[in-house]
């Protein structure tokens, strides 16, 4: 014999939840059998009803119940928890969700995240971490400084914790965070995964390179930009999603950068605060994309989120600067992030190094000799060159090279802080103001240089001046560049427009004629340059 809730169940269509509590009553309806379908809506229907402690929640479907109680906590705060749920349904599997509450003028920064526990396609409990972002909480548990949930929750309070998170004030940032998808992090027996038999691991320049790179960019994101990272996990704090998301506000911040343009003061003044506010509001968004730190430093005052933001008072000419200035930094932590990251899809058709299928091997002493012969270097350093295969930068060129008519090359180099080579060696430089990679002396392109001695001053060697450098081995890229006909400007200008009135294809500033005291060549277009290798310096052999 067919009974009511048997009918139910073969016509999910036709089933709807009831959702009572002291508040009120409604019917939510009920669009299929799994624990999602059913559990989604009845949450996101408590999140609507306006609760009051003590309180409890009943939800019947058919003849099966749960109970939610709606109780505060031991600080006082009202707080939704599962009791139990006598509900049946198909088990859901959820992902990993990423919430934020940021406040710039109350200085709240709060992060929280739902921790599914997943057994194949079948989400079994839920756990919690929440805390400032960047850890900063005094006594919490867990090795970045968050809190965490004592005891799993049952799988069915997925949805409705969600939607009291939302009520509470909190973003839901899953998209900005979440890869949504995996990807390895680490590339396994081919390149040193811990796990294999020191014996069978294969010895590689680029798994080398990567780990020098990489522990520098650690080292920069936890000391120049306090970023929070994990001292116990060789995985890094953050998602491939994460940067990407970090890096679309870049280029948001960057947009509003050159849509002023040289002329700040054509705004009217609602209009530029306007400004400031969308600039601002994309800098709180890489606060909490970056994962910066506010925890308290041995030495170092613990900073506000207004620390970060551009001020409303002062010169336009001073914002402006100020602005410029939160687009190189945040670049430079994106750079250094994303070089850290190096997730290569399990699907890739070609893997070469940690680089992805970016080939990496030691030099000759032939060619190392060479390139420092080149670029007339001080022998009383020691130099490692690490030579580099990028087929699609080297096809990228190749059609610059034939769109332009283009035969004449020129091997260049680039010196540039060791937080940023690992991504340059994955991306290549950009040309846009702003970015850690690019000058402006000549107008915003890829700077190079002829001499070893000028480049050096842009890496984090300690004879790197203009970088702030003070690292044991800094790094220096070499690039095969696509010379064709330059144009030689006098003096120190925006020079782009005149060369490309002129039919040139780089800008190649003589020291005769700019006052400086070596040549620089600038590069607008970034198909220009594919890179051949990565020079180490070092104060002595044991430093390589």
Request: hydrophobic share 35%; proline share 4%.
């Amino acid at each position: 014999m067919e009974t009511k809730n048997d009918a139910n169940r073969q016509n999910p269509q036709a089933r709807c939840a009831v959702v009572s509590c002291t508040a009120g009553t409604v019917t939510v309806p009920v669009d299929g059998n799994s624990e999602e379908e059913i559990w989604k809506p009845v949450g996101e229907a408590i999140g609507k009803m306006d609760l009051t402690a003590p309180d409890t929640v009943y939800v019947t479907v058919g003849t099966e119940s749960a109970k939610l109680l709606f109780r505060e906590d031991e600080n006082g705060h009202a707080k939704l928890t599962p009791a139990f749920s006598g509900i049946r349904c198909e088990p859901s599997e959820y992902q990993r969700r990423y919430y934020i509450m940021a406040d710039l003028e109350t200085n709240v920064h709060q992060m929280y995240q739902l921790v599914p526990y997943t057994m194949g396609h079948n989400t079994r409990g839920v756990g919690a971490r929440w805390g400032q972002t960047g850890g900063g909480n005094i006594g919490a548990m867990g090795t970045e400084n968050l809190y965490v949930l004592d005891h799993a929750w049952p799988s069915f309070f997925y949805w409705p914790q969600h939607y009291q998170l939302l009520k509470r004030g909190y973003e839901d940032w899953t998209e900005e965070m979440s890869d949504g998808s995996e990807l390895t992090r680490e590339l396994d027996r081919l390149f040193g995964n811990p796990d294999v038999p020191e014996e069978e691991q294969k010895e590689d320049a680029g798994v080398e390179l990567y780990n020098k790179l990489t522990d520098g960019a650690k080292e920069y994101l936890k000391g120049a930009m306090g970023l929070a990272l994990d001292e116990y996990s060789p995985v890094p704090q953050f998602t491939k999603r994460q940067i990407t998301s970090a890096e679309k506000d870049l280029d948001k911040m960057l947009k509003i950068l050159t849509d002023i343009g040289k002329d700040p003061d054509r705004y009217a003044e609602t209009e530029w605060l306007l400004l400031i506010y969308q600039f601002n509001e994309l800098v709180k968004h890489q606060i909490v994309l970056t994962n910066t730190s506010f925890r308290k430093e041995h030495g170092k005052p613990v900073k506000q989120m207004a620390d970060f933001m551009v001020k409303t008072e002062g010169s336009r000419k001073e914002q402006m600067k100020a602005m410029e200035q939160a687009v190189t930094t945040w670049d430079s932590a994106i750079q250094a992030m994303s070089g850290m990251l190096s997730q290569v899809s399990k699907t890739e058709a070609q893997v070469q190094s940690p680089f992805g299928n970016i080939g990496v091997r030691y030099a000759t002493d032939k060619e190392l000799k060479s390139i420092l012969d080149l670029f007339m270097a001080d022998r009383r350093y020691a130099y490692r060159l690490y030579m580099i295969d990028a087929p699609e930068f080297k096809e990228r060129q190749r059609q610059y090279d034939e769109e332009n008519g283009i035969t004449e090359h020129q091997t260049l180099i680039h010196g540039s802080p060791t937080e940023n080579i690992a991504s340059l060696i994955m991306t290549h430089p950009k040309t846009h103001p702003g970015f850690t990679t690019a000058g402006k002396a000549y107008g915003w392109g890829v700077y190079t240089a002829r001499n070893l001695a000028k480049s050096i001053h842009y890496t984090s060697f300690s004879d790197g001046f203009y970088a702030g450098g003070s690292a044991c081995r800094g790094y220096i890229c070499v690039f095969n560049t696509s010379y064709g006909k330059p144009f030689f400007p006098k003096g120190v200008y925006n020079a782009e427009e005149d060369m490309r009135k002129n039919g040139c294809n780089c800008v190649d500033a003589k020291a005769s004629a700019s006052g400086f005291m070596m040549d620089e060549i600038i590069f607008y277009d970034e198909p220009s340059l594919c890179m051949t290798g990565v020079l180490e310096v070092a104060d002595s052999e044991e430093d390589l």
